[in-house]
């Protein structure tokens, strides 16, 4: 007998052939889209592909986001700033699996959102997720700041002695970036695919798309650049260089 046939032979438990289809559970996940005959047109699979991968990547975000959170309450910041670069890179892919549907042309898209009942993005678990955690990041950086006695001027200001407040405070700045991203892109598909002045499958406008952009997680970082630039440049203004 060859002795690779062993390794061939599946030892997890469960009833598909190999382990890498029984670890992965790939016969239930590959189950999870309609068959062609239940289909509304041909397009439908990528509709459906691209959702359900942008949910198990928005999960898996949110979740090293609840773990970076831990971290940050336990002033490891280090480990906080290693897990939300690994959640940005999560959110990455969505952001570009958005431009996969802008393939789908306006009337064939019809034919699939009329199969679509109520469902909205509004309600999407991974998104969800991560509005949940934003601001609960923000509050824990809010209190590491404190009880290192910093205010967000000094840590920039002083940013190689505030190394590991810095770090998390960066990462957070690229995870919120990363939702306006997303949502900057998915109007953009919106608008491209439905249009922007017409009504979602959940009665929101389009124009509230829009409107939500806008929002940010850490005002107060963002704001932060105002105040140094305001800054420096009285600075200038005294000193004549202006
Ligand atoms: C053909 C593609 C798509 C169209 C036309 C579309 C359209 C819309 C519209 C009109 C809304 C407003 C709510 C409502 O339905 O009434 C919405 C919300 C939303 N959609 Fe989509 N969507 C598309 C694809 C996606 C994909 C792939 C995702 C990925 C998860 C997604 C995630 C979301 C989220 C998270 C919201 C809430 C947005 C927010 O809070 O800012 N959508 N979508």
């Known amino acids: 007998m060859n002795p690779m046939d062993d390794l061939r032979t599946p030892i997890l438990p469960g009833t598909a052939a190999s382990d890498y289809e029984r670890y992965l559970r790939t016969d ?6 309609k068959p062609p005959e239940e289909m509304l047109h041909k ?3 990528t509709f459906q592909v691209v959702h359900q991968a942008s949910e198990l990547l928005l999960k898996g975000a949110a979740w090293e986001l609840e773990r970076a959170l831990e971290h940050l309450e336990h002033a490891d910041f280090t480990n906080c700033s290693r897990l939300v670069r690994r959640a940005n890179m999560e959110i990455d892919y969505p952001v570009s ?12 898209y019809h034919l699939i959102r009329a199969g679509l009942g109520h469902g909205s993005g509004l309600d999407s678990p991974g998104f969800l997720a991560l509005l949940h955690v934003g601001p609960r990041l923000g509050r824990a950086f809010d209190v590491q700041l404190q009880s290192a006695g910093v205010t967000v001027d ?7 002695k505030h190394f590991g407040l810095h770090e998390v405070a960066e990462s957070l700045l690229d995870f919120d970036e990363r939702v306006q991203i997303f949502r900057f892109h ?6 491209r695919i439905i249009g922007g002045g017409v009504v979602g499958t959940m009665g929101t406008p389009v124009e509230v798309l829009h409107q939500r952009q806008e929002h940010v997680f850490y005002k107060e970082l963002w704001d932060a650049r105002n105040e140094i630039t305001a800054k420096i440049t009285e600075q200038w203004e005294r ?3 202006r």
């Open 28 to 33: 239930e996940l590959l189950a999870l889209q």
């Open 43 to 45: 397009d439908e699979l």
């Open 97 to 108: 699996l958005l431009h996969v549907l802008e393939t789908i042309t306006p009337y064939d």
């Open 154 to 160: 000094e840590m920039y200001r002083h940013h190689q």
């Open 186 to 191: 998915h109007l953009k598909l919106a608008q």
């Open 239 to 241: 000193e004549g260089r």
